[in-house]
Structure formats: structure tokens, C-alpha cells
């Protein structure tokens, strides 16, 4: 039983080492090592942890892995007898850090308020055996203190980051008092407001983009929602396809905030009752370029913002990163490979059509190969290709585009949408004179393009002459690696998943836990099921003006295309995914 002193006892290296040798969780050489580089650099400065995880040394308990600053933090609250918390920036309540105390106080003894209730406020702390700072704190809030360990760095950026963004949105909202409030469907009327706009250049609001731009990079931040409320604007990011809330802004910094992006963007500020698109360019931590797509929709209570983050490393990925297996990726480069015809990728908004666009057209455009495209807007940047942007305010139309691209004697032509007849008549002339067409279209499975095509106008016999295959697909969350484990499929659970599969099922298939690494969810990061339909003979046959689809989906099963759902029964076999996370996404067999 470990007996606590009443009086402060801070952390240094030497009781540490003590610690850890008694538990086998390091090397007696490794921590003479330790001793002499403490004494010859200058590391009085860092946490005894922090210097300790710098030293790469090997786990003998956990099969040599590396003691990293983490593993030891855990560590250090178990020997401690504290809970420990790995920080996660998104369930850190913002108001209570910065509320609970000043942040030279939190700086001076190294602790963060991270969360607070009626009973009690959760504090942060990498110091178990200190406690001078609890009476001051415990007074002033009126509350108890619930203490926890956590990584002293994490400790240390978040303190800085969100004081900093706190400082910035007090300042913008000191700034913008005088200003009139977000119009909206229900205006109240101030008698002698004036109608200046928040400046959308203050430094506080510069400052707070920038956070925003940061926060989202470093969270994997597919999408970015900035959305005005009535009593306070909302800040969402989007991670593997599903919302969080991230930070909430007065309504004045909420408006300036969006004309600072609106600005940076090159759209027009003043203009609020129409939506806009723009677009900004700029870099990662890391150094990488990166894109970001900007949309406006006017609501009650202001312009709401969605901004769509590109991933620069789309270009850069191979087929069998995206998800492709060797069957469909051979079967898709069949089609890709032929001269002229074309090529439809389907599938709802947010399922990874622009990335499988993307990394099919950066590998066709070779130097012998002219390729074009047009696109709205634009989605990323690519100087392999040659792209123009709809514009439909001087009738730069899909439809007009493309008679315009077929003045340019192009190889390839990629067609950011078919959406109606005129587009997809032009889109069958340019594949009937010669020329490669690939496309997107909006459908739930491979088969459905052809009837969708019909819906359109487009007559059966065109269909025939011009379709080479189409490809749908969707993204599946990856289970975690940290955390996932295997179980026996129920004896109905497997053929009521994949009834075409029922005599195969696995052995064992993968269940999400959830642990601190995945933020609880199981999982981390997406990839691509696909269903790949190369256009045969029979199934040129099997289309005509009474279509029957389920006609078609046999035949292209027979033909070797696994269904969505088939195609996600093979991630789940392969433990990429859990089967809940299959059904969730793909339509049913």
C-alpha cells in the first residue's frame, strides 16, 4: 500500500527509474544510460517523462516496444493509484479550461481543467504527488476537484492553444459590440445601432481562421461546418464520415469568421442572400499543399459555411490503398485502358468518387495523352490535366464544356457529373467521334446507372454503343488496430449478411471496442468497397427500352461483379471492417 505525503513530493528522474526497474518496465542498463544523459544535458526544464520518452528506450513488458510519452504517462497513473486520460482535443470542453482558471496559473503548475459537472471539475495534472494548487482552485470554483493524469505535452499545447483562442475570441467580441446584430427571419430591432460589419481583417478574427484551419489538419478533418445559431454559431468537423461538435462562437465572431474565409476565398463578402463557391489553396503542418472548397448557404440566422478539405495525398495513392481488390482493379483497368467509350462511377455524395476520378486520371495522363477535364467546381488542382470549371453566369454549361473540350483534340475527357439529357448527349458524341469519357453519376448500385441513363433520355441503342462499365462504390470505416477484436460470426448473423456467401463464412470476424486511441468509436480512417460492372455482349443485350435491372445484376454476377454489399462481406472477412459498419453503408444484396 503506497502512502501519499502530506506534503508536496514532485517527480524527478531518479525515483522514476527506481520505479520502473522494480516493475520490469525498463533496463538496468537503459536507466544508467538516462542518469548520465540527464547529468550531461540540460533537461532541468523537462518533465522527468518527457525526458524519459525522448530516450527511445525498449518496453521488456510489452515485447520490446518503445517506452513512448503516452505508455509511460499511463504507467505513472496506475503507480500514482490516478485515473488516466489521454486527451482528446474534441471532448475537451473548451469554456470549462479556460473558465476554471487563469492561464498562468495553469501553466505554473501544469494542470488543465478538461471537463466539469454539478458534482464535481475534472483536472488534468502530471504531478500525482503535488497538490498545494487543489485548496486555491477548490475555492474558488465551490467545487471538488477530480484529478487525472495525462501526457504532459498534450497538457502543455492545449493550455497555450486554447487560451490563445479564447484571448482571440473575447478580443473579436470586444471588437464587434457596437455592430448590429446577424440578420436573420427574427430581426429584433436596436434603435440606434449602427450597420457597420464585424472586420473580418481584426487580428482576433485572423488569428481564430487560423486555429481553424490547424485544428481541422490535425484532426483528420474531412469537412468543416460553420453554422450561425440563434444564440451562438456551432463549429463542426466532420472525421471518417461523421460529426462532431468541435467549438461554439458568439454570433458576431461566427459572421466574421465566414467573411474572413469568404474573403480569403475570392467570393464576395458583401454579398449574403445568394449561395457562393470559392476555394482556398494553402499547406499542412507537414509542408503538403493542400485544398479547401468553400460553400455559403444563406440561413435564419446567417450565412452557413461548409468547407471540404482535399487531401493532397489522393493523387499520390495506388488503387490497392483506395480499396480496390486485384479482381476489380484488374477489371477496371480493362475498361480504362480502351480507346473510346464511356465510363461511370456512381455512388451518393461523400463515397470517394472524386478520389477514384483522381487517382484513375493522374495515371492515364501521360505525356502522349491529352486529358481534360471539366469540373464544378474544380475539386483539386492537378497540372497533369487540363481543367476548366463550369460556369454557368456566361452559359459555360456541362453540355456547352464539353463541345468546347472536343475543339481541344482531347484523348480523355472527365466529366464531373452527368446531370441531365443535354450533358449526356454530348458526353455519348464525344465517346461516339473517338474519345475516352469518364463520369459520376448519382445512383445506388452499378446496374441502376443504366436505367438512371434512360430516366435521363438517353436512347437504348446509345447506351449500347457507348457504355464500357461502370464502377459504384462507398467507404467503410477501418477498424481500429489497437483495439479490435475477433469473435465467431453468430450462426445467422453471416448468411444474413451475405446469403450468396452463407456456406463460407470466416471462422472469426472483427468486432470495434473503442479505446482512447479511436476516440471510443472503434474505428480509424475509411476505405473503398467497390462494384465493378464491365459491359459485355449479354449485358448489351439485356438492355432496351423495358430494361430489367435484376435481368442485369444476375447476368454481371455471373460475369464475376461482386454487389457492394458481397464486396464489404470481403472486408469483414479480411477483418478491415465490422460487419454492423457493412450493413450500415451498403445497400442491401
Given at each position: 500500500m503506497r502512502i501519499t505525503p502530506s506534503h508536496d513530493r514532485w517527480l524527478n528522474l531518479n525515483n522514476l527509474l527506481s520505479a520502473l526497474l522494480a516493475q520490469n518496465?525498463?533496463?538496468?542498463?537503459?536507466?544508467?544510460?538516462?542518469?548520465?544523459?540527464?547529468?550531461?544535458?540540460?533537461?532541468?526544464?523537462?518533465?522527468?517523462?518527457?525526458?524519459?520518452?525522448?530516450?527511445?528506450?525498449?518496453?521488456?513488458?510489452?515485447?520490446?516496444?518503445?517506452?513512448?510519452?503516452?505508455?509511460?504517462?499511463?504507467?505513472?497513473?496506475?503507480?500514482?493509484?490516478q485515473p488516466y486520460l489521454r486527451l482528446d482535443p474534441l471532448k475537451v470542453d473548451v469554456a470549462t479550461v479556460t473558465g476554471a482558471m487563469s492561464f498562468a496559473f495553469a501553466q505554473r503548475h501544469g494542470i488543465i481543467a478538461v471537463a466539469a459537472d454539478a458534482?464535481?471539475?475534472?483536472v488534468a495534472n502530471t504531478q500525482p504527488w503535488v497538490s498545494s494548487w487543489e485548496a486555491d482552485l477548490r475555492q474558488s470554483l465551490k467545487r471538488p476537484i477530480r484529478r487525472v493524469i495525462a501526457n504532459p505535452l498534450e497538457i502543455q499545447r492545449l493550455n497555450v492553444e486554447f487560451f490563445q483562442l479564447a484571448k482571440s475570441v473575447?478580443?473579436?467580441?470586444?471588437n464587434d459590440q457596437k455592430t448590429s446584430p446577424p440578420a436573420n427571419f427574427e430581426q429584433l430591432l436596436t434603435l440606434g445601432a449602427g450597420e457597420r460589419e464585424p472586420d473580418a481583417n481584426d487580428a482576433h478574427i485572423v488569428n481564430i481562421v487560423d486555429w481553424l484551419f490547424q485544428y481541422a489538419f490535425e484532426q483528420r478533418a474531412s469537412d468543416v461546418h460553420l453554422e450561425p445559431r440563434r444564440e451562438q454559431g456551432c463549429v463542426r468537423f466532420r472525421i471518417d464520415g461523421v460529426l462532431h461538435d468541435v467549438y461554439h462562437f458568439p454570433p458576431q465572431v461566427t459572421m466574421a469568421v465566414v467573411s474572413r474565409l469568404k474573403s480569403l476565398g475570392r467570393m464576395n463578402v458583401a454579398e449574403k442572400r445568394k449561395p457562393q463557391d470559392g476555394r482556398i489553396k494553402t499547406r499542412l503542418p507537414q509542408g503538403a499543399e493542400v485544398e479547401l472548397r468553400l460553400a455559403t448557404l444563406p440561413t435564419a440566422f446567417g450565412e452557413k459555411m461548409v468547407m471540404r478539405i482535399f487531401d493532397p495525398q489522393v493523387l499520390l495513392k495506388d488503387f490497392d490503398q483506395l480499396g480496390l481488390s486485384p479482381n476489380d482493379l484488374q477489371r477496371w483497368q480493362h475498361m480504362t485502358t480502351r480507346p473510346n467509350g464511356i465510363i461511370l462511377i456512381t455512388g451518393p455524395t461523400g463515397s470517394g468518387k472524386t478520389s477514384t476520378l483522381y487517382a484513375t486520371l493522374k495515371q492515364l495522363a501521360t505525356p502522349k495523352i491529352n486529358l481534360c477535364t471539366l469540373e464544378d467546381p474544380i475539386e483539386m488542382?492537378?497540372?497533369?490535366?487540363?481543367?476548366?470549371?463550369?460556369?454557368?453566369?456566361?452559359?459555360?454549361?456541362?453540355?456547352?464544356?464539353?463541345?468546347?473540350?472536343?475543339?481541344?483534340d482531347p484523348d480523355i475527357i472527365m466529366l464531373g457529373e452527368i446531370r441531365d439529357l443535354e450533358t449526356a448527349e454530348v458526353a455519348i458524341q464525344a465517346a461516339l467521334t473517338g474519345h475516352l469519357v469518364l463520369?459520376?453519376?448519382?445512383?445506388?448500385?452499378?446496374?441502376?446507372?443504366?436505367?438512371?441513363?434512360?430516366?435521363?433520355?438517353?436512347?437504348?441503342?446509345?447506351?449500347?454503343?457507348?457504355?464500357?462499365?461502370?464502377?459504384?462504390?462507398?467507404?467503410?470505416?477501418?477498424?481500429?488496430?489497437?483495439?479490435?477484436?475477433?469473435?465467431?460470426?453468430?450462426?445467422?448473423?453471416?448468411?444474413?449478411?451475405a446469403p450468396a456467401w452463407a456456406g463460407a463464412a470466416p471462422d472469426t470476424i472483427c468486432r470495434a471496442v473503442g479505446c482512447a486511441q479511436c476516440r471510443e468509436t472503434g474505428y480509424t480512417g475509411r476505405v473503398g468497397v467497390y462494384e465493378v460492372m464491365v459491359i459485355s455482349e449479354k449485358l448489351r443485350g439485356l438492355i432496351g427500352r423495358e430494361t430489367d435491372l435484376n435481368a442485369i445484376r444476375r447476368q454481371a454476377g455471373a460475369q464475376g461483379m461482386l454487389s457492394l454489399r458481397l464486396a464489404a462481406a470481403l472486408k469483414v472477412a479480411d477483418g478491415v471492417t465490422s460487419l454492423q459498419e457493412a450493413l450500415r453503408v451498403t445497400p442491401h444484396a
Open positions: 518496465r525498463i533496463q538496468q542498463s537503459c536507466a544508467t544510460q538516462a542518469m548520465v544523459r540527464s547529468r550531461e544535458a540540460s533537461s532541468a526544464t523537462l518533465h522527468p517523462l518527457v525526458f524519459l520518452a525522448q530516450q527511445q528506450f525498449c518496453d521488456p513488458d510489452r515485447g520490446g516496444r518503445i517506452l513512448d510519452l503516452e505508455t509511460l504517462t499511463a504507467w505513472l497513473a496506475n503507480h500514482a493509484g458534482s464535481a471539475i475534472t473575447n478580443g473579436a467580441v470586444l488542382i492537378e497540372p497533369a490535366f487540363n481543367q476548366m470549371q463550369v460556369q454557368t453566369n456566361i452559359d459555360l454549361t456541362f453540355a456547352n464544356g464539353v463541345r468546347a473540350l472536343l475543339r481541344q463520369s459520376t453519376l448519382h445512383t445506388n448500385d452499378a446496374p441502376g446507372a443504366i436505367s438512371r441513363l434512360q430516366e435521363l433520355g438517353v436512347a437504348p441503342y446509345l447506351i449500347k454503343a457507348t457504355l464500357l462499365g461502370v464502377m459504384a462504390q462507398r467507404l467503410v470505416r477501418t477498424l481500429c488496430p489497437e483495439c479490435k477484436t475477433e469473435h465467431p460470426p453468430a450462426p445467422d448473423e453471416w448468411q444474413d449478411f
